[in-house]
């Protein structure tokens, strides 16, 4: 076991974790030893992630499962609570969840759809971190927050989620400055197109996301679109104690894309 997984004793809350990038990083914590908290709105998904999790637990250790929807305040806050009530402590914060919503300005909903994203993949996280740094300070812990190349590059009609990931990006920044001093490091991922089921809940048929990552890989440096495993494990690395001295940063995880002609 290299020693950068190693996360014995550590409480790794994962949001966005019943499915796609989530899932796979509960399941990866749990491999080298971290206590999980889970949590995502479909309760039969939550219950399947927890059985990997359990399964590969060195101890057998069971996640905690949180049905909660992060674009609510007061799910966000029953969230640290129950963690905190089951563990008494949190190691590591890893911001996740996230939905995408692509459509023109002449949208009739368009503040609606606003509100929606920026709910959901930046209120939350803002609110969250703010519940999570007196937890934080005492354990000297860190925050994972899962932001997109299309923070980094514009998409036509994307502007709604580029917005949201980009200003996620800064708050990272910010917050890494805030937060340096009190002990906790703060970090974003910025993944190129990763194969999970994000295309299908914007309204993509299951043919029409398989068609676009296997076209979109070929487009790659790498000559694939990445897979979950490769988010959790740049996820791993960045809440590592190996990684003490990195903070404030965006990590891409792209496969080259962003340098790449689209
Ligand atoms: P998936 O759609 O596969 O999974 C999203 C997860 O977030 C699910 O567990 C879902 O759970 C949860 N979720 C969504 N909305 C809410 C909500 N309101 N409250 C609670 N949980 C919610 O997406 P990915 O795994 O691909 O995406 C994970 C993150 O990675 C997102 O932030 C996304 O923006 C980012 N990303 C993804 C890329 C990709 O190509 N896949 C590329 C770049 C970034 P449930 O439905 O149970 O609520």
Do not use: W
Request: proline fraction near 3%; include cysteine.
């Amino acid at each position: 076991m290299s020693t950068f997984k190693n996360f014995v004793d550590k409480v790794v809350l994962i949001t966005g974790s019943s499915g796609g990038i989530g899932a796979q990083t509960a399941v990866e914590f749990a491999r080298y030893g971290a206590q999980v908290v889970i949590t995502g709105r479909n309760a039969d998904n939550l219950s399947e992630v927890a059985k990997q999790c359990a399964a590969v637990s060195p101890k057998g250790l069971k996640p905690l499962e949180v049905l909660a929807d992060v674009s609510k305040d007061v799910d966000c806050k029953r969230l640290i609570d129950s963690t905190i009530s089951a563990f008494k402590r949190l190691d590591i914060l890893v911001n996740n969840a996230g939905k995408a919503i692509f459509t023109p300005i002449t949208d009739p909903s368009v503040l609606d759809k606003y509100g929606e994203v920026m709910d959901t993949n930046l209120r939350s996280v803002v609110y969250l971190t703010h519940l999570s740094v007196e937890h934080l300070e005492k354990t000297k812990g860190n925050i994972i927050n899962i932001s997109s190349i299309m923070g980094l590059k514009p998409l036509n009609t994307g502007f709604l989620y580029c917005m949201s990931k980009c200003a996620l990006d800064m708050f990272t920044k910010c917050l890494a400055l805030e937060l340096g001093p009190k002990g906790i490091r703060v970090n974003a991922i910025n993944p190129g197109a990763v194969r999970t089921n994000f295309l299908q809940v914007v309204g993509y048929t299951k043919e029409q996301s398989d068609g676009f990552y296997n076209q979109r890989g070929g487009q790659y440096p790498v000559g694939r679109v990445g897979e979950s495993i490769d988010i959790a494990n740049a996820i791993l690395f960045l809440a590592s104690d190996e990684a003490s001295f990195v903070t404030g940063v965006n990590f891409v995880s792209d496969g080259g894309a962003l340098h790449a002609p689209s």
